[in-house]
């Protein structure tokens, strides 16, 4: 009996061991979520800091915790399109904010769109007389379209700007997959398609390479004008047609030909910076550092800015990334979660509906799916607008298709109407291995699709076929809802990709603007005056996400900005990612596709390090060293 008491009691004191570490993280994980959320009081007179560490976008992603965790990476940083320039447009207003502090030295990247619309709200911070500073240890071309938004433009000393326009080469792996003796089975319709080129030649084809030599060049002038636009004096021919005269003009020195060129104003260190901001804002009272000033950070700054609540409602729904089926997202645009927040919303006495879509396109079904629920809108008889951030191509313009009228920007992407399928099989490689295939079969149907002894030639036929109703799908809908003719869709078509002014002139596109103009256009159109606000669907964030998000990003804050040339080198990170993509695009299970391959991703989410978690990337990294 002594014993068994002995026993008891220790049990007893691991159960309440147990409730005690069990409470205590019950407690702690509480007070983490109350405090996550920042606090108004965190306002304070000076200066609004836009601290841009990671990517502009114009749907923030859910973190997976579990991912997170396992690759001890941080998350790469998002901010919403929207929610800067919310922040920008209301600090433009309010006189606790004498200045904007734009830090972009850990900035990755953004789409065109994004940039041009953030860039025209700090252009709307300098008309209310307020100075905007911009801080890099280095600029590219994203952080340097920004940045020449801004009233004084600062530099390391050992950094740099550099400025290299879209475009570039891409890889094509027929030759690897020849090797591996790898069939990629391509079904596609369109001329321009190129989707499925990667997988089925050694390099761009000639109508490719005449429709992407269009689009960028497009994208190249426009960003050009804007930059020019922004900052007057600064010497972009000289910058871009001979990069390395304009260099060895300085000596090597990036920092001293940046200046020289117009690109930066000055040069100097975060601490001289950090004064020149003191200088502007005043001191801080709070702290006893040097060069600090009294700030306030953007999750703080839209805490304190609620988006407006009164009015009828006009839904906004996010269409971003890929279009894939199931329940993915936010930053993915799954099918199933999309199409059930619209559905939702049938109960909400919508005023209009705004569809807002950065996506390249991706499963036929998927895309369907969306399209459907927006029709069940439509049928309330309710003004219907789709508004085009950086792209809106293949299935990205299929959800579009039941729009009462399209916006888009001279730097959207558009266009790609076209289908594809890839389906490898490894026939060849089994026999070169010595494994072969044979039995008896009912009807050439009997045992297919077989990956590993070959597709029949109905098979082939079939999916063919497939993909070409898939296509005819795609044109029919677009000619009803573009009032164009089948042909004249077809001429369009083809999986040709356009830039927003030329999409305009062809018909896809009705009228310049963006999500401001459409939700006008919307408002207008429901008689609405002033008396509306946008309803955003399914956007709000996750507490946890954003518990998670800063939980893990504390150490990784801590590092400083990287030079010219680190910055070249962390461009291999998006090379294996995209190499991943590709061969997951081809050994996935995915049914049709309505994807445009080439068309610019807004960013490659690159960090310092290794940030990519999927195997190959791993695999080739060490490969790699």
Partial sequence: MRFAGKVWRLLVGVKDGLVLIFMLLFFAALFAILTARPSPAEVREGALVLDLNGVIVEERSQVDPIAALLSQTAPVGEYQARDLVRALDTAAQDDRMTAVVLDLDRFIGAGQVHLQEVGAALDRVRAAGKPVLAYATAYTDDSMMLAAHASEVWVDPLGGAVVAGPGGERLYYAGLLDRLEINARVYKVGEYKSAVEPYANSGMSDAARENYSALYGALWEEYLANVKKARPAVDIERITRNPVAWIEAAQGDLATAAKQAG?????????????????????????????????????????????????????????????????????????????????????????????????????????????????????????????????????????????????????????????????????????????????????????????????????????????????????????????????????????????????????????????????????????????????????????YDTLLRSFMRDDAESGGGNDTVAIFALRRQAVLGRIESDLTRLLGTKGMQAYCLECPTPVAAVREGDQTGGWLTRLLTLLAR
């Fill in 263 to 543: 690109l930066v104003d000055r040069l100097g260190t975060r601490e001289q910076f950090e004064e020149r901001v003191v200088e502007l804002v005043g001191a801080d009272d709070w702290s006893d550092e040097p060069g600090a000033y009294p700030a306030t950070e953007l999750a703080a700054w839209l805490e304190d800015n609620p988006l407006r609540q009164a009015g009828k409602p006009i839904g906004v729904v996010t269409i971003a990334g890929e279009i894939v089926d199931g329940e993915a997202g936010p930053g993915t645009a799954g099918g199933d979660r999309i199409a059930d927040l619209l559905d939702e919303a049938l109960a909400y006495d919508l005023a209009g509906l705004v569809v807002r879509v950065d996506s390249p396109g991706g499963s036929v079904l998927a895309s369907e799916r969306i399209r459907n629920a927006i029709l069940r809108h439509k049928a309330r008889d309710i003004p219907i607008a789709v508004s085009m951030a950086n792209v809106a191509a293949s299935g990205g313009y299929w959800v579009a298709t039941p729009a009462d009228r399209i916006f888009a920007e001279p730097e959207s992407i558009t266009g790609s109407i076209g289908i594809f399928a890839v389906i490898p099989t490894f026939e060849n490689a089994a026999a070169s291995l010595g494994v072969t295939s044979d039995g008896v079969r009912t009807s050439p149907l009997s045992g297919q699709p077989d990956l590993i002894g070959g597709f029949t030639p109905e098979v082939d036929a079939m999916i063919q076929a497939s993909v070409a109703n898939g296509y005819e799908d795609f044109i029919d809908r677009v000619a009803a809802s573009r009032n164009l003719s089948r042909a004249q869709v077809d001429r369009i078509g083809q999986g040709r990709v356009w830039d927003g002014g030329a999409a305009r002139q062809v018909g896809l596109v009705d009228q310049y603007g963006g999500l401001t103009e459409a939700l006008g256009w919307v408002a207008g159109e429901a008689d609405l005056g002033d008396d509306w606000h946008p309803r955003y669907l399914g956007s709000q964030p996750n507490r």
